[in-house]
């Protein structure tokens, strides 16, 4: 997966390894890669994963240049999902998203199912997430998570478009993000 000069792989090679060096099978790196094809082509659960690994297994071993002829099952998936600091995984990603050009980004905001509390009176509350998605890329950049009970859309958008204000980004949003007074 290579960019502008920048590859997917040489991005996540900077994702600190959690995992101690006694029976490693596959590096680290490599894993998050295949993981992040895997999803990138639809598949969002373990066994969803580790079915895609397992019906590209020669392309994907020859495409990383794996030592083994083996790939990671859906448990390794798993564990490396469960325990990768998702921060600095979510850093390389962008630092590799970021050299695919200019972008549109889409940012709107969508309410959870089942998650409404107090559905019974005038204090409902609901939790909400902002997303902003690449239309280019097919994928969500960012992610804001509030309770519409205790926020409101339009702060949670802000806070997303500070986090993304230096990606030279064209955006588009709701009408209701076109106010000229600031809320409180």
């Known amino acids: ?3 502008s000069g920048l590859s997917l792989l040489a991005c996540l090679r900077e994702v600190p390894d959690f995992r101690r060096a006694q029976g490693r099978r596959y590096p680290l790196a490599e894993t998050l ?3 992040v094809m895997g999803i990138m082509s639809g598949c969002c659960a373990y066994r969803e994963i580790g079915r895609f690994l397992g019906h590209n297994l020669e392309e994907l071993v020859s495409c990383l240049g794996l030592e083994r002829r083996q790939l990671p099952s859906h448990v390794t998936v ?7 600091d998702f921060r600095a995984l979510a850093a390389a990603f962008h630092r590799w998203a970021a050299g695919q ?6 940012i709107d905001g969508k309410s959870l199912r089942s998650t ?5 009176n005038e204090r409902q509350n609901l939790v909400v997430l902002v997303s902003a998605f690449c239309q280019q890329t097919g994928l969500v950049e960012e992610v ?5 009970g205790r926020q409101s859309e339009i702060g949670s958008v802000r806070e997303l478009l500070e986090r993304m204000r230096q990606r030279g980004l064209l955006l588009t949003l ?3 993000h076109c106010q000229k007074k600031r809320p409180a």
Do not use: Y
Not at 78 to 84: G, N, S, W
């Open 116 to 120: 409404v509390s107090e559905h019974d």
């Open 78 to 84: 798993r564990q490396v999902l469960t325990h990768v």
């Open 144 to 148: 804001e998570r509030f309770e519409n």
């Open 174 to 176: 709701d009408a209701l």
């Open 101 to 106: 050009g200019r972008r549109v980004v889409s």
């Open 33 to 35: 890669c295949i993981i």
């Open 1 to 3: 997966m290579e960019t």
